[in-house]
């Protein structure tokens, strides 16, 4: 029983993770009805950014703040640049714009820092914390609650604030937006500033785990698009569910059934299962068209 909880809190430590980056995927995905290759290698990008400032000896914290701050200046900026000026291009030539960020940030990423694995720190406790009669990691119950508070300022940014309110609306109908006056060009840019930053938290926080390498987020990625398409790719609570359920099941299946040897082949198959048997997801709305 003791190994069985170990192993569902682990999973929900990971799935805070998952849900994360499939929060940013969704909220990319609102805005363009386009999904972000690059979205792991933006995370991935941002932590080398992190490492770089702690290794210059700033304090772990001050790193993680103002990482935020410049992964969310280098996502306003891609939009600006890059994305928009093909945003009215054909949706095949966008998918290749996206692919092409995620090779050219990797390439970055290994040209600048080598592919050498590196040492990613934790800003929680090394010792494991004594629960009742079970024993958890720091970092998991730290990752957790990171990605918990993350999740809730978000919630409460986009359900009672002027500037939150104003980005769902420019998502959701860009046309009736500009007609009362909200510049949707800039909500859409900051949309992928606040993607871009939420994804550089979680590669913080999933660093010290995985180690920090150009390829660490491949794997993420994909266990991110699983979550998005369980909970829903336009439902935004439901990526964040979707992200905890695929945690934990990736979890138990690769300690109980599969085998860690499995464990990615799962994403691929719930991804195709998802797509097969409803494909708008847990929580996503079915749109018809009258034809």
């Known amino acids: 029983m003791d190994a069985f909880l170990n192993q569902v809190f682990a999973g929900l430590a990971t799935g805070g993770i998952y849900a994360s980056v499939a929060l940013a995927l969704v909220m990319i995905y609102q805005a363009t009805h386009l999904v972000n290759f690059a979205q792991g290698e933006l995370a991935m990008f941002s932590t080398y950014i992190a490492w770089t400032l702690i290794d210059a000896g700033m304090p ?7 990482t935020v701050v410049i992964a969310f200046v280098l996502g306003v900026l891609i939009e600006r640049i890059i994305v928009r ?3 009215r291009a054909p949706v095949l030539s966008v998918v290749v714009v996206f692919i092409g960020l995620l090779v050219i940030f ?32 720091a970092h998991q119950i730290g990752a957790v609650g990171v990605t918990l508070v993350v999740l809730g300022l978000l919630y409460a940014f986009f359900r009672y604030t002027p500037l939150g309110l104003a980005m769902r609306a420019a998502a959701q109908n860009p046309d009736s937006s500009r007609l009362v006056g909200i510049r ?11 993607a871009s930053a939420i994804g550089a938290v979680a590669g913080m926080m999933v660093a010290p785990v995985v180690y920090l390498d150009p390829n660490m987020m491949a794997g993420i990625l994909l266990y ?3 979550a998005a398409l369980v909970g829903g790719v336009d439902s935004p609570g439901g990526a964040v ?6 945690g934990v099941l990736e979890n138990l299946l690769g300690a109980y059934v599969i085998g860690n040897e499995l464990k ?10 998802v ?17």
């Open 224 to 226: 991110a698009f699983a």
């Open 184 to 194: 949707v060009g800039w909500m859409l840019a900051l949309g992928w500033g606040l």
């Open 275 to 291: 797509l097969v048997v409803r494909p708008s997801g847990l929580f996503g709305k079915v749109h018809v068209t009258r034809v």
């Open 106 to 137: 990797n390439s970055l990423a290994g040209w600048i820092y080598s592919y050498t694995i590196k040492v990613f720190p934790s800003p929680f406790p090394k010792e494991p914390v004594h629960i009742g009669s079970h024993f958890f990691s």
């Open 264 to 273: 990615l082949a799962f994403a691929l198959v719930l991804i195709v299962g």
């Open 241 to 246: 569910l979707g992200g905890f359920l695929v």
């Open 60 to 66: 772990y914290w001050a790193a993680f703040f103002l």
């Open 85 to 87: 000026p093909v945003e």
